[in-house]
């Protein structure tokens, strides 16, 4: 009986040692900070690490907060400069600045990035897009998206918010704009069309200026030859042009020459030449 009773009062001693450690020791794990609540005074400025730590019993509460990057997609339906609707969406990486943790807590408590981002995401994305038109949101996006990281990031410094990315993911306008767009490629491609009908209606011309004052200077050359050598120039073009004739139609299979023949009514000479062809 005395061991029975010796083993409950062991027990006993080590349930109530269990319960004392739990109430006086907590545990900050990687990746988290601790804030503590004091039932006296409030929340304490000074924020614990990780590690072990004590705390009074029954008088102190350990909150722990998460401080790693936090994920989160901010929607905005806004106006350009020149009154376009656009849908954009940024993606935005955020963190607790571990410093303030005790002032973020006591403004905030423990979900400040649902409090502070949407609203400040959609405010910052208002003041900046509403400085480009529709088609610069496109042409120079990378612009754009520095502009919204850099001025959400330092609005984000007055709530003690540490931004370590902000892109934008989505970027769409109304169908209104898409029309526009579309109307005006159409347009674009009608213009280049008929610049280039215009270009080949110059070139034509030039080509046929080109051809006509060759064939005036030509012309020209040879009145001039005509004019010092007189027909001899003709001659010569004709008797040329009288041995291509020949040399062609020697070299037909279906054309026949006859020799001029002689005799008649009159005893002169018949100098023509009789081409039979196929027999016809």
Not at 97 to 107: A, G, R, T
Not at 206 to 235: C, D, W, Y
């Amino acid at each position: 009986m005395a061991m029975l009773r010796t083993a409950r009062n062991l027990g006993g001693v080590a349930i109530a040692a269990g319960l004392l450690v739990d109430q006086i020791l907590y545990d900050v794990d990687g990746g988290n900070r601790a804030v503590i609540f004091d039932y006296t005074t409030g929340i304490k400025e000074k924020v614990m690490g990780e590690g072990t730590h004590f705390k009074l019993p029954f008088l102190q509460v350990p909150i722990i907060i998460d401080i790693r990057d936090r994920p989160r997609t901010i929607h905005s339906a806004t106006g350009t400069k020149d009154l376009q609707t656009v849908n954009i969406s940024l993606r935005v990486l955020s963190r607790p600045d571990p410093e303030h943790l005790s002032q973020i807590y006591k403004q905030y408590g423990t979900d400040f990035d649902d409090r502070v981002l949407p609203s400040l995401g959609s405010e910052v994305l208002k003041a900046v897009v509403a400085q480009y038109n529709a088609e610069e949101l496109l042409s120079k996006r990378d612009a754009v998206s520095t502009q919204i990281r850099s001025e959400l990031t330092k609005r984000a410094t007055f709530f003690n918010l540490i931004l370590d990315d902000v892109s934008i993911t989505h970027l769409t306008f109304g169908r209104e704009f898409a029309t526009a767009i579309e109307s005006k490629q159409v347009a674009q491609q009608d213009a280049e069309r008929q610049l280039y009908v215009v270009a080949k209606a110059e070139q034509e011309r030039q080509a046929q200026v080109i051809r006509a004052e060759g064939e005036a200077e030509a012309a020209t050359l040879i009145s001039r030859a005509m004019n010092k050598s007189g027909n001899g120039l003709i001659e010569v073009r004709r008797i040329d042009t009288a041995k291509e004739v020949a040399t062609t139609l020697s070299r037909a299979r279906n054309v026949t020459y006859l020799p001029s023949s002689g005799g008649g009514s009159g005893g002169g000479k018949d100098n023509g030449l009789l081409l039979s062809i196929d027999g016809k």
